[in-house]
C-alpha cells in the first residue's frame, strides 16, 4: 500500500478538547467515526486505505472517547451534540463538504450531520445504523454497563488498570482496539452512555427521508445489536442508497478487500457529482 502522511491535531467546541488524525492530503476530504466506547484508530485501516485512493481522510475522537476530553455531565452527550462536533472539525479544517461515514455509533452521528447540515455533506457511509430494531438489543448491551459504572465503578477503575497495563505495540491491531475501548473511567463512561440512549438516536425517519447525499449503507447478517433490518430500511428511507451485506461481522475487521474496494469506488463518486446518483457495487 501506498505510504501516506499521517498528522495528530485537535480543535476546541464548546470549552472541550477534541482530537483527530489526518491521512493524506488534498480537497477530496472523508470523515471516519468511530462505534460507541471505542477510538477512533479503529478506523485506522479504512482511512489508510482511502488516503492511499487520494483522499483526504480524518478520524475525529467524539467528546468523551479515546483522547478526547471525557467530562462526566451527561447532558453534554447526545447525537445532536456530536453531530455538531463534527461540523465544528470541517469547520476548524476549512473542508466546504466530506463524506462523512462511520460504525454504529459513528453512523448514526453522520445521519446527524446530513440532518443539521446536508450542504456540507458529499456522501454517507452508515455501517451498522442503531434504528428503531436495535433498542432491545442495545438496552441489553449497554444497560449493565451503565450499572456497573453508576454502582460499581470499582469495577471499571481495576478494568482500566489491567488494561492499561498491556502495551499496544505487542498486540495485534484489533486485541489493541478492543484494549483501548475497555480503558474507561466510570464517571465519563456512564455520562456517555446515559446521554446517548436517554436522547434520540438517530433522526426521525421523515428527516432521514429527506437527506439527499448518496449513501452507501453497511449491514451485518446475525449481528444482535446491529441487526442487519435496520440497514436495509436505512436503505430505503434514503432517497439516493445503496445496501450492501457483510459477509460476517468481522468481515470488515479482518478481511477488508472487498469491502473496502466498494468503500472506495463509492467515495470517488461521489465527488464525481454526475456519477454519484448512479453509483451501484461492482
Known sequence: ?????????????????????????????VVLLHG???PRRMHQPLARHLA????????LDLLGHGRSDRPDDPLLYSMTAFGEQVIALLDELGAEQAVV??????ANVALEVAALAPGRVRGLIAEMPVLDN???A??????????LSRFLPLSII?????????????????TGIALDTLDQRPGPMAAAIHGIFFGRIAPSSRLRRRIEAPALVVGHPRDPIHPAADAAMLAE????????EAHGILEWRLRPARLNALTTDFVTRCFETDAAATWAPG
Not at 499521517?6 to 491521512?23: A, M, P, S, V, W
Not at 442495545?138 to 450499572?147: E, R, T
Not at 481495576?158 to 484489533?174: I, K, N, S, Y
Open 52 to 59: 492511499a485512493a487520494g483522499f483526504h481522510v480524518v478520524t
Open 138 to 147: 442495545g438496552i441489553l448491551a449497554f444497560a449493565p454497563l451503565l450499572f
Open 134 to 136: 436495535a433498542l432491545e
Open 101 to 106: 461515514g462511520g460504525t454504529s455509533l459513528g
Open 237 to 244: 428511507e434514503l432517497p439516493d442508497s445503496t445496501f450492501v
Open 36 to 38: 460507541q466506547l471505542m
Open 1 to 29: 500500500m501506498t505510504l501516506v502522511s499521517e498528522r495528530i491535531g485537535q480543535l476546541f467546541h464548546d470549552g472541550h478538547r477534541l482530537e483527530f488524525t489526518e491521512y493524506g492530503g488534498g480537497g477530496r476530504w
Open 158 to 174: 481495576g478494568l482500566r488498570v489491567v488494561t492499561r497495563a498491556v502495551p499496544r505495540g505487542v498486540v495485534p491491531f484489533w
